[in-house]
């Protein structure tokens, strides 16, 4: 079975910091990552999602995040944090044929 | 191109009432699927349609739940009898025919609060 973690249930950061919002996976075969981020009172949107091919994956609004295997890793990362980054952030997995598998969140906060 | 749409945005309920969550997909998505984010926890799968058959409905908790989707379009999750650990956020996402990947695409979600 499929499960995902994510350390930290909430971060902080200061504006202008680096963002680094960690999600670990368990899965018997490769599987297909997303982030999605959820900011206040609207629905889940996709950030940058791995499939294949490259494993460094941008998103959007500045986002990138890389592929480990040999970590079995996929930790969210922007260089620079902005106030407007200030959401809860999930990882998920899944599979071809398999339904998505999501971590707990990690709530992101940014200080002036 | 509209997106996901779930209805209501929010609903209070007493123990032991009924209520209807309604989601609309984004148009040509064949792939309807429901989870539920309970007390800050993970998000949960409950269930996912192709068009109007249940391909899988293993996360669903016990049949006080009764999702339906009448001709492919909308889907309906209904829960009758409410109890209070039934509060939580309900997602609603929506897929194309996946190929070989699928990107589920979330509406907004329906608070409901038992009391």
């Known amino acids: 079975a499929q499960s995902v973690t994510q350390l930290g249930s909430h971060v902080s950061v200061s504006e202008g910091a680096l963002v680094l919002l960690r999600c670990n996976y368990s899965?018997?075969?490769?599987?297909?990552l997303f982030w999605y981020v959820q900011y206040p009172n609207q629905g889940l949107q996709l950030l940058l999602k791995?499939?294949?091919?490259?494993?460094l994956v941008k998103g959007i609004n500045g986002f990138e995040a890389e592929f480990k295997k040999s970590e079995t890793s996929f930790h969210l990362t922007k260089p620079s944090a902005h106030m407007s980054d200030a959401a809860e952030y999930f990882c998920?997995?899944?599979?071809?044929?398999?339904?998505?598998?999501f971590g707990p969140g990690t709530r992101l906060s940014v200080l002036p | 191109e509209a997106g996901v749409t779930q209805f209501p945005s929010h609903s209070v309920i007493e123990k032991g009432q009924t209520v209807t969550l309604r989601c609309d997909p984004i148009?040509?998505?064949?792939?309807l699927y429901w989870y539920r984010r309970v007390m800050g926890k993970e998000i949960k799968f409950l269930l996912h349609?192709?068009?109007?058959?249940?391909?899988?409905e293993s996360g669903m908790p016990n049949n006080r739940f009764l999702a339906e989707r009448t001709g492919g379009t909308y889907s309906t999750l209904k829960v009758q009898p409410a109890e209070l650990e039934d509060s939580g956020v309900y997602f609603c996402?929506?897929?194309?025919?996946?190929?070989?990947?699928?990107?589920?695409?979330f509406g907004p979600g329906t608070r409901l609060t038992v009391l």
């Open positions: 996402a929506s897929s194309q025919d996946p190929g070989t990947v699928i990107t589920q695409y």
């Open positions: 899965s018997s075969v490769p599987p297909y």
């Open positions: 791995y499939t294949t091919g490259a494993t």
């Open positions: 998920a997995v899944t599979r071809y044929g398999q339904n998505f598998v």
């Open positions: 148009s040509g998505h064949d792939n």
């Open positions: 349609f192709v068009k109007e058959s249940k391909q899988d």
